[in-house]
């Protein structure tokens, strides 16, 4: 018998994408967010993915000064892989969202691969008291939101990493990114192994169905070969049904408070690290292993922890 597939979990900790009211467990202050990314990292995450936030307001924070305190205490206490956004919030500009990757060089950043509607304003019909002022402006206000990466703004992107040796978590809502990723492989713009993370359950991206996933499995197949690493991120209450998809397809998985902020029907995620655990056990229960932030490494071809600037 070989050896067992090992599987990458990435983790995203800090529910960017979220309102703080929806859930008392968002980690908002520095100190919050680098606990939650070492809890991730210990229950068996081999990739951190990272936003930031205001802790005066919980807004999200795409300023440098924002992301320094909890990096360095991440890299001190674990030596899991720091991923970076570089999509912030739907709100912010290009210049805004590329600041953090740009300043502190990471070994993966993620980047959105098209423009797209990005609906949030349905979570208002389960939540109607909000701790901040900004929260419920920040929904309605996605009834009308574009989500913008153009294809300038994902050259833009690109271009940065490739200054700063840093690769990609190419985030793809649907078949469209997949033909735009493989326009910048044709130009050479990215090169393999790619490290593809198909999401599932916003809405104006892909949604959930079985048949949805295999097919964005095949788009990818039949356009980058054997020359991509295959991740998914499945949306609110589906996160584990995807996750679960994509292991027996021989995929790897996504989860974190950013994604889901449940841990099961009715029941609150009280850290991301509980669902770390639940997609383990997932993972350990079909005969796999996950794999470790170096193995991460060597699979994804990462330039390793010397090569950031935190």
Same mark, same amino acid.
């Given at each position: 018998?070989?050896?067992?597939?090992?599987?990458?979990?990435?983790?995203?900790?800090?529910?960017?994408?979220?309102?703080?009211?929806?859930?008392?467990?968002?980690?908002?202050?520095?100190?919050?967010?680098?606990?939650?990314?070492?809890?991730?990292?210990?229950?068996?995450?081999?990739?951190?993915?990272?936003?930031?936030?205001?802790?005066?307001?919980?807004?999200?924070?795409?300023?440098?000064?924002?992301?320094?305190?909890?990096?360095?205490?991440?890299?001190?206490?674990?030596?899991?892989?720091? &991923?970076?956004?570089?999509?912030?919030?739907?709100?912010?500009?290009?210049?805004?969202?590329?600041?953090?990757?740009?300043?502190?060089?990471?070994?993966?950043?993620?980047?959105?691969?098209?423009?797209?509607?990005? =609906?949030?304003?349905?979570?208002?019909?389960?939540?109607?008291? !909000?701790?901040?002022?900004?929260?419920?402006?920040?929904?309605?206000?996605?009834?009308?939101?574009?989500?913008?990466?153009?294809?300038?703004?994902?050259?833009?992107?690109?271009?940065?990493?490739?200054? &700063?040796?840093?690769?990609?978590?190419?985030?793809?809502?649907?078949?469209?990114?997949?033909?735009?990723?493989?326009?910048?492989?044709?130009? =050479?713009?990215?090169?393999?192994?790619?490290?593809?993370?198909?999401? !599932?359950?916003?809405?104006?991206?892909?949604?959930?169905?079985?048949?949805?996933?295999?097919?964005?499995?095949?788009?990818?197949?039949?356009?980058?070969?054997?020359?991509?690493?295959?991740?998914?991120?499945?949306?609110?209450?589906?996160?584990?049904?995807?996750?679960?998809?994509?292991?027996?397809?021989?995929? &790897?998985?996504?989860?974190?408070?950013?994604?889901?902020?449940?841990?099961?029907?009715?029941?609150?995620?009280?850290?991301?690290?509980?669902?770390?655990?639940?997609?383990?056990?997932?993972?350990?229960?079909?005969?796999?292993?996950?794999?470790?932030?170096?193995?991460?490494?060597?699979?994804?071809?990462?330039?390793?922890?010397?090569?950031?600037?935190?």
């Amino acid at each position: 018998m070989g050896n067992k597939r090992k599987v990458i979990i990435s983790c995203a900790c800090t529910g960017a994408v979220h309102t703080p009211s929806m859930s008392p467990y968002l980690p908002i202050t520095a100190k919050q967010i680098a606990e939650d990314a070492v809890k991730a990292a210990e229950a068996g995450a081999a990739i951190v993915h990272l936003h930031a936030r205001n802790p005066e307001n919980g807004r999200p924070d795409q300023s440098p000064e924002a992301f320094a305190p909890f990096l360095k205490e991440i890299k001190e206490r674990t030596d899991a892989v720091v &991923n970076l956004t570089t999509g912030g919030s739907p709100y912010m500009t290009i210049e805004e969202r590329v600041r953090p990757a740009a300043v502190f060089k990471p070994e993966v950043a993620s980047l959105n691969m098209g423009t797209m509607n990005f =609906g949030l304003y349905h979570m208002l019909d389960r939540f109607k008291e !909000f701790k901040f002022d900004w929260e419920r402006e920040y929904l309605e206000k996605s009834h009308d939101l574009i989500a913008r990466n153009t294809f300038r703004d994902i050259e833009h992107i690109l271009q940065m990493g490739s200054e &700063n040796g840093t690769k990609f978590e190419f985030e793809c809502y649907d078949t469209s990114h997949l033909y735009n990723l493989r326009h910048f492989y044709d130009r =050479g713009l990215v090169k393999g192994p790619l490290f593809i993370q198909t999401v !599932f359950g916003i809405l104006g991206g892909i949604g959930i169905h079985p048949d949805d996933i295999a097919h964005m499995k095949r788009t990818a197949d039949r356009l980058f070969g054997d020359n991509y690493h295959w991740s998914v991120i499945g949306a609110g209450a589906s996160q584990m049904k995807v996750a679960a998809m994509s292991l027996a397809m021989g995929g &790897n998985v996504r989860v974190g408070l950013e994604d889901s902020l449940w841990k099961g029907p009715g029941a609150l995620a009280q850290s991301s690290a509980e669902q770390v655990s639940t997609v383990r056990r997932i993972i350990e229960g079909l005969g796999l292993e996950i794999a470790s932030p170096d193995e991460a490494r060597e699979i994804l071809q990462l330039k390793g922890r010397s090569g950031v600037a935190f």
